[in-house]
Nanobody, 123 residues
Framework: VQLQASGGGLVQAGGSLRLSCAAS????????MAWFRQGPGKDREFVSFISLGSGSSTYYADSVKGRFTISRDNAKNTGYLEMNSLKPEDTAVYYC????????????????WGQGTQVTVSS
């Protein structure tokens, strides 16, 4: 499966963005999905996870809990990350990832990656 992330941009602190991750190929609902991010000079870090199928299980990094919401629309082969109350420290390239797996924050466990979309939050 191929993933394409979009929706990044420049936003002021306190603002909102919605990232999308469009998947090509069949079987999207069979994959769990996650979002990672990599800020300037930082390692790639886990942001959020949603389970396969209906996406009944979701997980968030403590730094985004209560501000970000992950979701999926299997009919559209698309996953989303709704980001509210954005902070300058949220500035990063955001990557979507997918794989046949249960919850993990280990980026090496994910088989498929999108190309990344830049999110910049100004103070």
């Amino acid at each position: 499966v191929q993933l394409q992330a979009s929706g990044g941009g420049l936003v002021q602190a306190g603002g909102s963005l919605r990232l999308s991750c469009a998947a090509s190929g069949r079987g999207f609902s069979s994959y769990a999905m996650a979002w990672f991010r990599q800020g300037p000079g930082k390692d790639r870090e886990f942001v959020s996870f949603i389970s396969l199928g209906s996406g009944s299980s979701t997980y968030y990094a403590d730094s985004v809990k209560g501000r970000f919401t992950i979701s999926r629309d299997n009919a559209k082969n698309t996953g989303y990350l709704e980001m509210n109350s954005l902070k300058p420290e949220d500035t990063a390239v955001y990557y979507c990832a997918a794989g046949f797996l249960t919850f993990t924050t280990n980026s090496k466990s994910y088989s498929f990656w999108g190309q990344g979309t830049q999110v910049t939050v100004s103070s």
